[in-house]
């Protein structure tokens, strides 16, 4: 398969195409940004509606409360390019950027629970954990993004030959570099899977005096 070769050989050795590209077209840059996203509350669902929110949840248990997102990736590809119909080669300076964000973070605690409770406020604290881990993982993630992009596409332009430069390189954002940054956002689950453990729902179920148990006895029975 035809590939985007980068350039490694040294000035000295450079050929005129390569001559040619490197010191007229540019440098090939990657550019990284994140945006941060604010969240809002909702105590509007019950714990039935947050349950169906979620369809792996153990059988016989209850969410009471949820904080919900999606991360969103977006890469945009230009780039200068010469092409030099001698050696049959172009090139292209690659200019990737690479947006990264979550959409925005809905905190849920179940209605069963009156803002004013002790349980309100035990379901809304476990929850804040969760938000802290998705606004804490993302710098994380820019940084380890930003420097394989800059290892990939930093400095030196891409050759290939006439009229694929552009189609390879889009082939490779496509089929490499969104999965790869994709999968990279998706580490934050493993964090966030980390916090719900057997032993944080055990205590959950026992603070406040029994106080969860109580306030959904009821919601139990009406459901």
């Given at each position: 398969?035809?590939?985007?070769?980068a350039?490694?050989?040294?000035?000295?050795?450079?050929?005129?195409?390569?001559?040619r590209?490197?010191?007229?077209?540019?440098?090939?840059i990657?550019?990284?940004?994140?945006?941060?996203?604010?969240?809002?509350?909702?105590?509007?669902?019950?714990?039935?509606?947050?349950?169906?929110?979620?369809?792996?949840?153990?059988?016989?248990?209850?969410?009471?409360g949820l904080?919900?997102?999606?991360?969103?990736?977006?890469?945009?590809?230009d780039g200068?390019?010469?092409?030099?119909?001698?050696?049959?080669?172009?090139?292209?300076a690659?200019?990737?950027?690479?947006?990264?964000?979550?959409?925005?973070?809905v905190?849920?605690?179940?209605?069963?629970?009156?803002?004013?409770?002790?349980?309100y406020?035990?379901?809304?604290?476990?929850?804040?954990?969760?938000l802290?881990?998705?606004?804490?993982?993302?710098?994380?993630?820019?940084?380890?993004?930003?420097?394989r992009?800059?290892?990939?596409?930093?400095?030196?332009?891409?050759?290939?030959?006439?009229?694929?430069?552009?189609?390879l390189?889009?082939?490779?954002?496509?089929?490499?570099?969104?999965?790869?940054?994709k999968?990279?956002?998706?580490?934050?689950?493993?964090?966030?899977?980390?916090?719900?453990?057997?032993?944080e729902?055990?205590?959950?179920?026992?603070?406040?005096?029994?106080?969860?148990?109580?306030?959904?006895?009821?919601?139990?029975r009406?459901?």
């Amino acid at each position: 398969m035809l590939s985007l070769l980068a350039s490694s050989v040294s000035a000295q050795t450079r050929t005129s195409l390569q001559a040619r590209c490197e010191d007229t077209i540019g440098e090939s840059i990657s550019v990284l940004s994140t945006r941060g996203q604010g969240y809002r509350i909702d105590n509007t669902r019950s714990f039935y509606d947050l349950t169906r929110l979620m369809p792996s949840v153990r059988r016989g248990s209850w969410v009471l409360g949820l904080t919900h997102t999606e991360a969103r990736v977006r890469i945009k590809v230009d780039g200068r390019m010469l092409i030099d119909p001698a050696t049959g080669y172009e090139c292209v300076a690659p200019r990737i950027d690479v947006s990264l964000d979550y959409a925005p973070i809905v905190v849920y605690v179940s209605r069963e629970f009156p803002p004013a409770s002790c349980a309100y406020r035990e379901v809304l604290a476990h929850e804040m954990r969760h938000l802290t881990t998705y606004q804490t993982f993302m710098p994380k993630a820019e940084a380890t993004v930003r420097a394989r992009l800059a290892a990939r596409f930093g400095g030196k332009p891409l050759y290939a030959p006439i009229g694929q430069a552009r189609g390879l390189l889009q082939r490779e954002i496509d089929r490499s570099w969104m999965p790869y940054i994709k999968g990279e956002m998706a580490k934050v689950e493993v964090l966030q899977a980390a916090i719900d453990t057997p032993q944080e729902y055990a205590r959950l179920g026992k603070v406040c005096a029994g106080e969860v148990q109580s306030l959904l006895r009821p919601a139990r029975r009406n459901g």
